[in-house]
């Protein structure tokens, strides 16, 4: 059972052959997520912004946990804090998945429960990247800039897997001790 399309290629229980010396392009669609610091009055903490400037996402505390919600207003993911000692410890729960992060301060490194996923870097830091079991790239976060303002960057592979790595890079931006240094004269 196999098709033959119009460029020489056969679709062969479900894998690609490719009859002629043409290369074969896959398209990657990478995701550009913008994390600030909301610093207005009111429950918000962080809003989200894709690579346009456009608001995706607003990111609150409530009484017991934190909650993603989009600009619809719509609640996509919700965040608990875990009572562990000596651990920064989060549940991250969308209406698909629920995961558990842990950040150890003492020992500078970070885990997943629930997962394949693995950190690589420095969560601390700032700079790290999250990936999948098969060794692939799932997301980058990095510090940036947007609009003069300070923010990190999160380079997100995988469409399925945005409200994750965005519970992930937030619960890492919880623990920021220091997002912008300035040095006053006195």
Same mark, same amino acid.
């Given at each position: 059972? +196999? ?11 479900? =894998?690609?052959? &490719?009859?002629?010396? #043409?290369?074969?392009?896959? *398209? ?16 918000? #903490? ?10 995706? +996402?607003?990111?609150? =505390?409530? =009484?017991?946990? +934190?909650?993603?919600?989009? *600009? ?14 000596? #651990? ?6 969308? !209406?698909?998945? &629920? ?9 500078? &490194? ?12 420095? *969560? ?8 999948? !079991?098969?060794?692939? #790239? *799932?997301?980058?976060? $990095? ?18 897997? $945005? ?13 920021? =001790?220091? $997002? ?7």
């Amino acid at each position: 059972m +196999y098709r033959k399309n119009t460029c020489g290629t056969f679709l062969f229980a479900d =894998k690609l052959i &490719n009859h002629t010396k #043409l290369p074969i392009i896959s *398209v990657v669609m990478i995701l550009k997520r913008y994390i600030k610091r909301d610093k207005s009055p009111g429950d918000t #903490l962080f809003e989200i912004f894709d690579e346009l400037g456009n608001e995706l +996402y607003y990111f609150s =505390k409530t =009484k017991n946990s +934190y909650i993603l919600t989009g *600009v619809n207003g719509q609640k996509l993911l919700k965040i608990k804090e875990l009572p562990f000692p000596k #651990l920064c410890a989060y549940s991250i729960s969308t !209406a698909d998945n &629920n995961i558990k992060f842990f950040m150890n301060p003492q020992k500078n &490194n970070s885990y997943f429960y629930g997962t394949a996923w693995q950190i690589r870097g420095d *969560v601390f830091s700032g700079s790290f990247d999250i990936i999948g !079991a098969d060794n692939s #790239l *799932v997301c980058s976060r $990095e510090k940036s800039f947007m609009d003069g303002r300070s923010c990190c960057m999160l380079d997100i592979k995988a469409e399925h897997s $945005e409200l994750l790595c965005l519970g992930t890079a937030i619960c890492a931006q919880l623990h920021a =001790k220091i $997002e912008n240094l300035c040095v006053q004269t006195v």
